[in-house]
């Protein structure tokens, strides 16, 4: 659900607009605090905002219906925060330019999807406490698309609410959360559910193959240091 | 959409249509202003003004018309799940709510399909900062390579029986095919790496400079600029 990109002119200027400036500072923010890091990191950094979007743009059959998945969990996990949000970032801003997803909704759109995989690896050195590295990668995917999908409902019913309050001729009849929940919330779980297997077939595959693509537990990263 | 977009990003080199040979700066211009104009206009009239326009200039650059209704249609089933959820029993809101997106996403299509990825993403890296800017080119650069060999595997997972397994399994069969992908992105991170530092990376890829060589051709996209504008003057406030 989360990937579904809002189009323009749906939701009122008095939320993309702030969603705009809001995504730009995080990059502003997010671009200072990975300065030091190599070239390398930058082209390793596209090449997995690519995959994204080919992951978005292959259908995976389930059932009746063809799920587009958006690997939000687990870019997050494999890049941290900032250079996930600029991810989601760059991805959205590419999709905006092929007509998927608004050009004035590319700040919430980034928001969304920013804001699952900046939980992403935060949720893994949690999870990687308890569990191996492969659940905690699954369980951190699930955190993450399932807070994406948490705010993309959460934006529609502000922007629902927005439409009743804004007096304007396009005012609507005040918004019936019940129609967007009807396709949302299945959507939704479905999202989870997939995303949290793929990741699992993702952590599994690179725990046999390239463990060291893994992030080490902070605990462990901070032994290693010392 | 894998089709299409392939497809858009041939059209923008190889198509010759006029709008090819404007430039990417008036072309992004005259997008963003009806972009806006769609999104913020009271005026129904004024909205199918611009709605006019944006088929106009889509039609016009030779996009076939199949491509054109898939990339331009996306936004419909939003659209009108939002439409749906807001009704109030009248067609005004409906209809504003499914031409503001649908005239947005026409007006991009055409800027895409007639304007090479270069150009039109150098004027964006003028303003991005350095690593997002960076990214956005290799991420383009990375995705039709690695959108071929997510099409080549799910084929072979196709062919292989991976989808008459039940979905649980096939989903992880479809995570592990895509952590291939991961190990062939970091590796093809580290040849793009070595071949940059090769060609002398200064720090930042830049873009080209032809996104803002004006040419005959944008004498037109100031034109239809223009005719825009003069409609919004003139029906900003009627019905």
């Known amino acids: 659900m989360s990937h579904l990109h809002i189009p323009d002119g749906v939701l009122p200027a008095a939320l993309w607009l702030p969603g705009l400036v809001t995504a730009v500072l995080l990059i502003l923010v997010?671009?200072?605090?990975?300065?030091?890091?190599?070239?390398?990191?930058?082209?390793?950094?596209g090449a997995l905002g690519a995959l994204v979007l080919a992951a978005m743009a292959v259908q995976v059959p389930l059932g009746p219906i063809e799920y587009h998945l958006s690997l939000v969990g687990p870019i997050g996990v494999l890049?941290?925060?900032?250079?996930?949000?600029?991810?989601?970032?760059?991805?959205?801003a590419v999709l905006a330019f092929l007509g998927h997803g608004g050009l004035t909704v590319i700040g919430l759109n980034a928001l969304v999807l920013g804001a699952g995989s900046a939980l992403a690896r935060p949720g893994y050195d949690m999870f990687r406490r308890r569990f191996s590295p492969v659940a905690a990668f699954a369980a951190a995917a699930a955190v993450a698309q399932a807070v994406c999908g948490l705010l993309w409902m959460g934006l529609m019913t502000?922007?629902?609410?927005?439409?009743?309050w804004s007096g304007r001729p396009d005012g609507g009849g005040g918004g019936r959360f019940g129609v967007l929940a009807l396709v949302g919330v299945p959507l939704w779980i479905l999202g989870v559910a997939a995303e949290?297997?793929?990741?699992?077939?993702?952590?599994?595959?690179?725990?046999?193959?390239?463990p060291d693509l893994l992030p080490a537990a902070k605990d462990t990263r901070a032994a290693e240091a010392a | 959409m894998i089709d299409a977009l392939s497809q858009i990003d041939f059209l923008a080199s190889a198509n010759g249509s006029v709008w090819h040979r404007a430039s990417a700066l008036g072309k992004l211009g005259l997008m963003g202003g009806l972009v806006l104009l769609a999104v913020f206009t009271p005026s129904l009239r004024l909205l199918f003004a611009v709605h006019l326009v944006a088929w106009l200039l889509a039609g016009t650059s030779r996009v076939p018309l199949r491509l054109l209704a898939a990339a331009a249609g996306y936004p419909l089933f939003f659209s009108v799940l939002f439409a749906a959820a807001t009704w109030d029993g009248t067609w005004e809101a409906p209809l504003r709510l499914v031409l503001r997106p649908l005239t947005a996403s026409l007006g991009a299509v055409w800027l895409v399909s007639t304007t090479?990825?270069?150009?039109?993403?150098?004027?964006?890296?003028?303003?991005?900062?350095?690593?997002?800017?960076?990214?956005?080119?290799?991420?383009?650069r990375a995705l039709f390579d690695l959108i071929g060999r997510a099409e080549r595997l799910w084929r072979s997972l196709r062919i292989r029986g991976a989808t008459s397994v039940p979905p649980r399994q096939r989903l992880t069969v479809a995570g592990e095919g895509l952590a291939t992908l991961v190990l062939y992105g970091f590796e093809r991170s580290q040849r793009l790496y070595a071949t940059m530092m090769l060609r002398g990376h200064s720090g930042r890829i830049c873009g080209c400079r032809h996104y803002a060589e004006m040419s005959r051709a944008d004498w037109l996209v100031a034109g239809v600029g223009a005719l825009v504008a003069a409609a919004a003057l003139a029906w900003w406030r009627v019905r």
């Not at chain 1, 997010?30 to 950094?45: D, I």
């Not at chain 2, 993403?121 to 960076?134: E, Y």
């Open chain 1, 30 to 45: 997010s671009a200072r605090s990975l300065r030091q890091e190599s070239p390398q990191q930058v082209a390793y950094q």
């Open chain 1, 79 to 92: 890049l941290g925060p900032a250079s996930s949000f600029q991810v989601m970032f760059v991805a959205s």
């Open chain 1, 158 to 164: 502000v922007g629902l609410r927005a439409h009743a």
């Open chain 1, 196 to 210: 949290t297997t793929v990741a699992f077939g993702i952590a599994r595959f690179l725990a046999r193959v390239r």
């Open chain 2, 116 to 140: 090479p990825y270069p150009d039109l993403f150098a004027p964006l890296s003028r303003i991005l900062p350095r690593r997002v800017a960076d990214g956005l080119f290799i991420t383009y």
